[in-house]
């Protein structure tokens, strides 16, 4: 599903966030994100992710239509809405210059994404 892969999207590794991670605070989150694009890959398929700086976002995977959401940060986590599958809040974690997405309770897999500055949707 498109939503879940936008949601797990950004800077993900293949592996569980582990002791060598170290968990964001929500204000570390925002500034990673805010005004940027995620460029990253979901189950195959290549997307890009922008986080405009008002709390709304566009998703665009290679062939899939665009797709808008919200999106806003807690003290401790990302959270975002999707039309299609709803509200889902998540632990970010960085190893390096990746980050690793954590939603309590489901699976943890990371996918590897690239944040970069401005917006860099490219939407045709």
Request: hydrophobic fraction near 40%.
């Amino acid at each position: 599903m498109r939503i879940a892969g936008a949601i797990f999207v950004l800077f993900l590794t293949v592996t569980s966030a582990s002791a060598m991670t170290e968990r964001l605070s929500g204000s570390e989150i925002r500034d990673w994100l805010s005004g940027n694009t995620v460029i990253g890959a979901w189950a195959g398929t290549p997307y890009r992710q922008y986080f405009r700086t008002n709390g709304t976002t566009a998703y665009k995977a290679d062939g899939v239509a665009l797709d808008e959401g919200r999106w806003w940060v807690t003290e401790t986590e990302y959270c975002s809405w999707w039309q299609g599958s709803g509200e889902a809040c998540y632990e970010v974690h960085r190893d390096g210059d990746e980050l690793i997405w954590r939603r309590k309770g489901a699976f943890k897999r990371g996918y590897t994404a690239e944040v970069v500055i401005g917006d860099k949707l490219q939407v045709r």
